[in-house]
């Protein structure tokens, strides 16, 4: 019920502008109490759900430096739908990101949480003559949930994109829950929309993210 409360007030502007949806598997495993590796994949389909825009895999390796403060490191690979002039086809094109990130959490009122990720990004995109830079952002989310006796925390959040050098181009809205499955295991639903700052081409239409969750605990041997 909660789901659909997030979901349907968007989908009537949506029909104009084109449903997506972003469905992902995140895989985290624990080594030690203060760094772990997590794995994600995820699918990208634009054009009210009939066209795969882009598919991804990254990975990367977290410390945690005290209760609150944490930071990880990824490289992502993404295969972006584009179209060939020369075949005149479409095609997946290769580009490649690296990033890291600085996180941080604090619960700021009962069961109110305050989550603030600081992230720098650098992506290159595959070209005849080899990789091409494709940009390089600063990010800062700010995220609230709240935690409750039930299965479910809603959460609210803003990430906004600085195009180093440039411009802000971009913030992004999104709302969601999170549904604890098991003790390992949860599923993130949300609905998110990027709108553009200045003159930039950043907006985007309404999009649906769904993604399944595991955590494997770190367990220390007896």
Do not use: C
């Not at 997506?20 to 495993?29: I, P, T």
């Amino acid at each position: 019920m909660i789901v659909w409360l997030i979901v349907l007030p968007v989908l009537g502007w949506s029909q104009s502008t084109g449903l997506g949806l972003w469905s992902g598997v995140s895989l985290e495993k624990k080594f030690t109490k203060k760094v772990a590796l997590q794995v994600n994949t995820q699918l990208r389909f634009s054009e009210n759900v009939s066209v795969t825009r882009a598919f991804l895999g990254e990975a990367g390796l977290s410390y945690k430096l005290s209760k609150s403060w944490e930071i990880s490191g990824f490289y992502r690979y993404t295969g972006r739908r584009k179209w060939n002039k020369e075949t005149d086809a479409y095609y997946y094109r290769p580009y490649h990101r690296f990033y890291g990130q600085i996180t941080y959490d604090h619960k700021i009122w009962r069961n109110l949480k305050l989550d603030y990720r600081l992230r720098y990004q650098n992506q290159f995109k595959d070209d005849t003559e080899g990789l091409v830079a494709a940009g390089s952002y600063l990010r800062n989310k700010v995220e609230l949930s709240y935690k409750n006796s039930s299965r479910l925390t809603p959460f609210i959040s803003a990430d906004v994109f600085y195009l180093v050098g440039v411009e802000f181009d971009q913030i992004r809205y999104k709302a969601g829950v999170t549904m604890d499955l098991t003790k390992v295991q949860s599923l993130d639903l949300s609905v998110f929309k990027d709108v553009a700052m200045s003159d930039s081409d950043e907006s985007s239409g309404t999009v649906i993210g769904v993604t399944y969750k595991v955590k494997f605990g770190y367990k220390r041997k007896k």
